[in-house]
C-alpha cells in the first residue's frame, strides 16, 4: 500500500512538473511541439494565403472551397477579411481542422483603417517621426480592434521617379530620411513588442526596387547595379529589420532578370543570411504564377519550386504552394527541410501573436465600437494633415488670409470634394467622416468672408461648362483660392502616369482666372510630384496639399488662414520637365559638373533649366528663420570619436513656427564617386517670434560611411564638409572636418 500511494505521489508530481514546464515553454519549444503533429499537407497549408473577399458573404462554390481548405487545415492566412463578426466566422472554420491552428488575418492598411491619415509620401512631408508613428499606431488600433493582426506596411520602397503611382505609399527619395521612417512606421503598427491588443504585425514591401521600375510603370523590370541596391534602396529594409519588423514581402519586379519571388540573392543570402532575418516572406498577389508571364519559369509547379527554395515562404494567391508542394517533395526537387523552416517562421509569429492561446483574441465588438469611435484618432489626423502640407510660394506673403469681410472665389473641381482627399488605399473609410476643404473654409471664415464657389471644369474630362462662371466670380472677388489636382484614385498602384500636369482643362482654367487681374492661390492635391510651370509662375501662392486624409478639410483651412504655420518640407524633388526624371538632390558627381555660366560640354540639358522646379527638403513658412554661429567641437576626429557641431537658430518672423532643420555631408574624395551632398541627419525644432535656440548635431563614423568596391559598410580617411541648412539646395552654413 505504501509504494501503491508512494508510485502515485511521483506520478502526480511528475504531471504538476511538467504542466510547469509547459507553461514556461519558450516559443521555439512551442513550435516544435506542433510541427511534430503535422503532416505534410498541413504544413503546405500554412504557407498558403486566400483572399476573404471570396470566403464571406453568400456561399457559392468559389467560397465553400475555401471554406473547406481552412477546414481540412490548408491555409494558414487570410486576407481581406474586415470586420470582428467576419473574422470570427473565419476563424470558428479553422477551430474545426484536425490540429486547430489559427489564421492570420492581413490587409493593406497603408495610411488608416477607419481614420484615413495623409497618404504616407504627404506624411512624410511632415518630417516628424513622432507624429508618423502615431498615425501608424493608431491605424493598427483600429484595424487590430477590427480582428485584423497583420498589415501590409510600410512600404519603404525608395521612389524617385514621380510616374510611378505607388510614390504615394513610400517615403520619397532618400535613403536616410526613408530609413528613419521605416522604423517608425514598423514601431507603430507593432509597437516594442508583437502581441499587443492595439498592435498589427508590420511587413516591410517591396523586396526590393520595386521603386525603380524602368519609366515609372508597375509591375515592370529593375535593372540596377549592386552598389546602388545596397548603398540606396536596401538601407530602408535593413532598417526595418532592426526595428523588428515581422514579416516581408516580395515585390512585383525583376531585379537584374529575376522575379523577387524567386530570388535568392535578396531572401536567402541577404534576408535571411546576412541580416540574421527570423521573420517570414510572403508573395504579393499572384508574383509566383506571374513568372510564368515573366518567361522565367514553365508553370505554376515551377515557379512554386523556384520560390520556395529561394526563400518566399507564403504563397498570397496564386494557388502554386498549396497544388504543387507535395509532389515537388515527393520527387526530392524540394527539400522537405525548406518547408519545415518556412512553417517554423510563421508558426512563430501566430505564436508571438498569442493565436494559440487564444484564436479569437482580437474579436472583441466592444473594442471596436471604443476604437473607431475615439475623438483623439480625429484629432491627431488634423495635426499630422496640417504637418503634412507643404508651402511652395507666397509672394508679398499674402498668406495668411485675412478675415475682414472680404470676398473671397473658391474655385475648381478640388473644392468641393471629399472622396478624393483620402486618396488611395482607404482601409475600411467612411466618406462620411470627411470634410472637405469647401466646409472647412466655410467653418474657419464664419460670418467675416463671403464665399463663392464654381468648380470651374472637371479632371477626367474636358468639360468647361462652368469655366465661365468661375471665371466671372473671380473677377467679382477680392482674391481667389483655387484646389487643383489629381484625382484621389490617380495614384497608388497601376496608376503610371506618362504626363504627370494638371489633368483635364485644369491649367486652361487657371490661367483664365489668373487673367482677371486677381490675387490667386492655389492648393495643389496629388499623390505624387507633379509639373505645373504656368502656376509656378504666375500663381501669388502655392500650398501643396497632397491627399491627406479625412481632416484634409480643416487642415488647409488652418493652413490657409494662419492658424497653423506651415512647416512641412518636400520628401522627393519637383521636377521642372517630365525630360528630368529621375532627378534627386543627391546625383553623383561627375567630371564635367555643370555651372550656371554655359552649358558647354557641361552635364545637363540645353533646352531646360537643371534645377529643380522644387528641391529636396524645401518649404517655406510664414515665419523667417535665422542660421548663424555654426562651431564644431573639434576638426579632427578617429573612427571611434564624435565631432559635436552647435549652431543658433533664430526665429526673426512674426509667427510662431518649426523648422526642419537638415544635415548634410559631403565627401570631396573617395574610392567610390560619391554624391554631391547626403542628408545624415534632421531636427524638428518650434521657436516662438523671437526666440533663439541652440542646435546640436552629432557626426560619427557611420555617417561618413559608404558602401565601396567590394560592397563592404566602410568610411575613409580624409576631409569632408558639413553643411546645415533649410533644404538641400538651402545650405546656411558650413564647416570642415577632418577623419583621421
Given at each position: 500500500?505504501?509504494?501503491?500511494?508512494?508510485?502515485?505521489?511521483?506520478?502526480?508530481?511528475?504531471?504538476?512538473?511538467?504542466?510547469?514546464?509547459?507553461?514556461?515553454?519558450?516559443?521555439?519549444?512551442?513550435?516544435?511541439?506542433?510541427?511534430?503533429?503535422?503532416?505534410?499537407?498541413?504544413?503546405?497549408?500554412?504557407?498558403?494565403?486566400?483572399?476573404?473577399?471570396?470566403?464571406?458573404?453568400?456561399?457559392?462554390?468559389?467560397?465553400?472551397?475555401?471554406?473547406?481548405?481552412?477546414?481540412?487545415?490548408?491555409?494558414?492566412?487570410?486576407?481581406?477579411?474586415?470586420?470582428?463578426?467576419?473574422?470570427?466566422?473565419?476563424?470558428?472554420?479553422?477551430?474545426?481542422?484536425?490540429?486547430?491552428?489559427?489564421?492570420?488575418?492581413?490587409?493593406?492598411?497603408?495610411?488608416?483603417?477607419?481614420?484615413?491619415?495623409?497618404?504616407?509620401?504627404?506624411?512624410?512631408?511632415?518630417?516628424?517621426?513622432?507624429?508618423?508613428?502615431?498615425?501608424?499606431?493608431?491605424?493598427?488600433?483600429?484595424?487590430?480592434?477590427?480582428?485584423?493582426?497583420?498589415?501590409?506596411?510600410?512600404?519603404?520602397?525608395?521612389?524617385?521617379?514621380?510616374?510611378?503611382?505607388?510614390?504615394?505609399?513610400?517615403?520619397?527619395?532618400?535613403?536616410?530620411?526613408?530609413?528613419?521612417?521605416?522604423?517608425?512606421?514598423?514601431?507603430?503598427?507593432?509597437?516594442?513588442?508583437?502581441?499587443?491588443?492595439?498592435?498589427?504585425?508590420?511587413?516591410?514591401?517591396?523586396?526590393?526596387?520595386?521603386?525603380?521600375?524602368?519609366?515609372?510603370?508597375?509591375?515592370?523590370?529593375?535593372?540596377?547595379?549592386?552598389?546602388?541596391?545596397?548603398?540606396?534602396?536596401?538601407?530602408?529594409?535593413?532598417?526595418?529589420?532592426?526595428?523588428?519588423?515581422?514579416?516581408?514581402?516580395?515585390?512585383?519586379?525583376?531585379?537584374?532578370?529575376?522575379?523577387?519571388?524567386?530570388?535568392?540573392?535578396?531572401?536567402?543570402?541577404?534576408?535571411?543570411?546576412?541580416?540574421?532575418?527570423?521573420?517570414?516572406?510572403?508573395?504579393?498577389?499572384?508574383?509566383?504564377?506571374?513568372?510564368?508571364?515573366?518567361?522565367?519559369?514553365?508553370?505554376?509547379?515551377?515557379?512554386?519550386?523556384?520560390?520556395?527554395?529561394?526563400?518566399?515562404?507564403?504563397?498570397?494567391?496564386?494557388?502554386?504552394?498549396?497544388?504543387?508542394?507535395?509532389?515537388?517533395?515527393?520527387?526530392?526537387?524540394?527539400?522537405?527541410?525548406?518547408?519545415?523552416?518556412?512553417?517554423?517562421?510563421?508558426?512563430?509569429?501566430?505564436?508571438?501573436?498569442?493565436?494559440?492561446?487564444?484564436?479569437?483574441?482580437?474579436?472583441n465588438e466592444e473594442r471596436q465600437r471604443k476604437a473607431w469611435s475615439n475623438p483623439a484618432h480625429k484629432e491627431a489626423a488634423l495635426r499630422t494633415a496640417e504637418k503634412s502640407i507643404v508651402l511652395l510660394k507666397n509672394s508679398s506673403?499674402?498668406?495668411?488670409?485675412?478675415?475682414?469681410?472680404?470676398?473671397?472665389?473658391?474655385?475648381?473641381?478640388?473644392?468641393?470634394?471629399?472622396?478624393?482627399?483620402?486618396?488611395?488605399?482607404?482601409?475600411?473609410?467612411?466618406?462620411?467622416?470627411?470634410?472637405?476643404?469647401?466646409?472647412?473654409?466655410?467653418?474657419?471664415?464664419?460670418?467675416?468672408?463671403?464665399?463663392?464657389?464654381?468648380?470651374?471644369?472637371?479632371?477626367?474630362?474636358?468639360?468647361?461648362?462652368?469655366?465661365?462662371?468661375?471665371?466671372?466670380?473671380?473677377?467679382?472677388?477680392?482674391?481667389?483660392?483655387?484646389?487643383?489636382?489629381?484625382?484621389?484614385?490617380?495614384?497608388?498602384?497601376?496608376?503610371?502616369?506618362?504626363?504627370?500636369?494638371?489633368?483635364?482643362?485644369?491649367?486652361?482654367?487657371?490661367?483664365?482666372?489668373?487673367?482677371?487681374?486677381?490675387?490667386?492661390?492655389?492648393?495643389?492635391?496629388?499623390?505624387?510630384?507633379?509639373?505645373?510651370?504656368?502656376?509656378?509662375?504666375?500663381?501669388?501662392?502655392?500650398?501643396?496639399?497632397?491627399?491627406?486624409?479625412?481632416?484634409?478639410?480643416?487642415?488647409?483651412?488652418?493652413?490657409?488662414?494662419?492658424?497653423?504655420?506651415?512647416?512641412?518640407?518636400?520628401?522627393?524633388?519637383?521636377?521642372?520637365?517630365?525630360?528630368?526624371?529621375?532627378?534627386?538632390?543627391?546625383?553623383?558627381?561627375?567630371?564635367?559638373?555643370?555651372?550656371?555660366?554655359?552649358?558647354?560640354?557641361?552635364?545637363?540639358?540645353?533646352?531646360?533649366?537643371?534645377?529643380?522646379?522644387?528641391?529636396?527638403?524645401?518649404?517655406?513658412?510664414?515665419?523667417?528663420?535665422?542660421?548663424?554661429?555654426?562651431?564644431?567641437?573639434?576638426?579632427?576626429?578617429?573612427?571611434?570619436?564624435?565631432?559635436?557641431?552647435?549652431?543658433?537658430?533664430?526665429?526673426?518672423?512674426?509667427?510662431?513656427?518649426?523648422?526642419?532643420?537638415?544635415?548634410?555631408?559631403?565627401?570631396?574624395?573617395?574610392?567610390?564617386?560619391?554624391?554631391?551632398?547626403?542628408?545624415?541627419?534632421?531636427?524638428?525644432?518650434?521657436?516662438?517670434?523671437?526666440?533663439?535656440?541652440?542646435?546640436?548635431?552629432?557626426?560619427?563614423?557611420?555617417?561618413?560611411?559608404?558602401?565601396?568596391?567590394?560592397?563592404?559598410?566602410?568610411?575613409?580617411?580624409?576631409?569632408?564638409?558639413?553643411?546645415?541648412?533649410?533644404?538641400?539646395?538651402?545650405?546656411?552654413?558650413?564647416?570642415?572636418?577632418?577623419?583621421?
Amino acid at each position: 500500500m505504501y509504494k501503491i500511494r508512494e508510485t502515485i505521489i511521483a506520478i502526480v508530481f511528475t504531471s504538476m512538473h511538467f504542466s510547469a514546464l509547459a507553461q514556461h515553454k519558450t516559443i521555439d519549444q512551442r513550435v516544435d511541439s506542433v510541427m511534430r503533429l503535422m503532416t505534410l499537407d498541413e504544413k503546405i497549408g500554412q504557407l498558403n494565403q486566400y483572399s476573404g473577399r471570396e470566403a464571406t458573404g453568400p456561399v457559392t462554390a468559389r467560397n465553400s472551397g475555401i471554406l473547406d481548405d481552412i477546414k481540412n487545415g490548408k491555409v494558414g492566412s487570410m486576407l481581406n477579411v474586415q470586420g470582428v463578426n467576419n473574422v470570427r466566422q473565419i476563424q470558428a472554420v479553422a477551430m474545426q481542422s484536425r490540429l486547430k491552428i489559427p489564421l492570420l488575418f492581413g490587409m493593406d492598411v497603408i495610411h488608416g483603417y477607419k481614420t484615413i491619415f495623409p497618404e504616407p509620401l504627404a506624411e512624410s512631408a511632415s518630417w516628424d517621426l513622432a507624429a508618423i508613428r502615431q498615425s501608424s499606431h493608431i491605424a493598427a488600433v483600429e484595424a487590430a480592434a477590427a480582428g485584423l493582426n497583420w498589415t501590409f506596411a510600410p512600404m519603404v520602397d525608395i521612389a524617385r521617379d514621380p510616374r510611378w503611382g505607388r510614390i504615394m505609399e513610400g517615403a520619397g527619395e532618400d535613403t536616410y530620411l526613408g530609413s528613419e521612417i521605416a522604423k517608425a512606421r514598423v514601431l507603430g503598427f507593432q509597437g516594442e513588442k508583437l502581441g499587443g491588443l492595439d498592435a498589427l504585425m508590420a511587413c516591410a514591401k517591396h523586396f526590393a526596387a520595386y521603386g525603380a521600375v524602368s519609366s515609372g510603370r508597375d509591375y515592370n523590370d529593375v535593372e540596377m547595379s549592386e552598389h546602388q541596391l545596397w548603398e540606396t534602396f536596401l538601407p530602408p529594409f535593413k532598417a526595418s529589420v532592426d526595428a523588428g519588423v515581422a514579416t516581408f514581402m516580395s515585390s512585383f519586379n525583376t531585379l537584374n532578370g529575376v522575379p523577387t519571388a524567386a530570388s535568392n540573392y535578396l531572401q536567402r543570402d541577404i534576408l535571411k543570411g546576412k541580416w540574421n532575418y527570423k521573420g517570414f516572406v510572403v508573395s504579393d498577389w499572384g508574383s509566383i504564377d506571374q513568372m510564368i508571364k515573366w518567361g522565367y519559369v514553365k508553370d505554376k509547379k515551377d515557379g512554386a519550386m523556384k520560390a520556395l527554395i529561394s526563400g518566399c515562404d507564403m504563397d498570397m494567391m496564386s494557388d502554386s504552394y498549396i497544388n504543387n508542394l507535395k509532389q515537388l517533395v515527393a520527387e526530392k526537387q524540394v527539400s522537405i527541410k525548406l518547408i519545415n523552416d518556412a512553417v517554423k517562421r510563421i508558426l512563430y509569429k501566430k505564436f508571438e501573436l498569442g493565436l494559440f492561446d487564444d484564436p479569437y483574441r482580437f474579436c472583441n465588438e466592444e473594442r471596436q465600437r471604443k476604437a473607431w469611435s475615439n475623438p483623439a484618432h480625429k484629432e491627431a489626423a488634423l495635426r499630422t494633415a496640417e504637418k503634412s502640407i507643404v508651402l511652395l510660394k507666397n509672394s508679398s506673403n499674402i498668406l495668411p488670409l485675412q478675415k475682414h469681410g472680404q470676398t473671397i472665389a473658391l474655385l475648381g473641381p478640388l473644392v468641393k470634394s471629399k472622396r478624393d482627399l483620402q486618396g488611395n488605399w482607404i482601409g475600411a473609410a467612411e466618406f462620411g467622416r470627411i470634410t472637405s476643404m469647401y466646409d472647412g473654409l466655410i467653418q474657419k471664415g464664419g460670418n467675416d468672408v463671403h464665399f463663392t464657389y464654381s468648380a470651374g471644369c472637371t479632371i477626367k474630362s474636358n468639360d468647361t461648362t462652368s469655366m465661365g462662371e468661375a471665371v466671372q466670380m473671380a473677377k467679382r472677388a477680392d482674391m481667389v483660392v483655387m484646389a487643383l489636382g489629381e484625382a484621389g484614385d490617380m495614384s497608388g498602384e497601376s496608376r503610371s502616369r506618362a504626363d504627370i500636369g494638371l489633368p483635364g482643362r485644369q491649367m486652361e482654367l487657371f490661367n483664365a482666372v489668373k487673367a482677371t487681374g486677381k490675387p490667386v492661390v492655389v492648393v495643389l492635391m496629388a499623390g505624387r510630384p507633379m509639373i505645373f510651370k504656368e502656376i509656378a509662375d504666375k500663381a501669388d501662392a502655392i500650398l501643396y496639399a497632397w491627399f491627406l486624409g479625412d481632416e484634409g478639410g480643416p487642415a488647409i483651412a488652418n493652413v490657409l488662414f494662419g492658424d497653423y504655420n506651415p512647416s512641412g518640407k518636400l520628401p522627393v524633388t519637383f521636377p521642372r520637365s517630365v525630360g528630368q526624371i529621375p532627378l534627386t538632390y543627391d546625383g553623383y558627381k561627375t567630371g564635367h559638373p555643370f555651372t550656371t555660366s554655359s552649358t558647354q560640354y557641361q552635364t545637363g540639358y540645353i533646352d531646360v533649366p537643371n534645377a529643380p522646379r522644387y528641391a529636396f527638403g524645401y518649404g517655406l513658412s510664414y515665419t523667417n528663420f535665422k542660421y548663424a554661429d555654426l562651431k564644431l567641437d573639434k576638426t579632427s576626429m578617429a573612427r571611434t570619436g564624435i565631432i559635436t557641431a552647435s549652431f543658433t537658430l533664430s526665429n526673426t518672423g512674426k509667427y510662431a513656427g518649426e523648422e526642419v532643420v537638415q544635415l548634410y555631408i559631403n565627401d570631396p574624395v573617395a574610392s567610390v564617386v560619391q554624391p554631391i551632398k547626403k542628408l545624415k541627419d534632421f531636427q524638428n525644432i518650434p521657436l516662438k517670434p523671437g526666440e533663439s535656440k541652440t542646435i546640436t548635431f552629432k557626426i560619427n563614423n557611420e555617417k561618413l560611411s559608404f558602401y565601396n568596391q567590394q560592397l563592404q559598410w566602410v568610411s575613409e580617411p580624409g576631409d569632408f564638409t558639413l553643411m546645415i541648412g533649410s533644404a538641400s539646395d538651402d545650405i546656411r552654413l558650413q564647416s570642415n572636418f577632418k577623419l583621421q
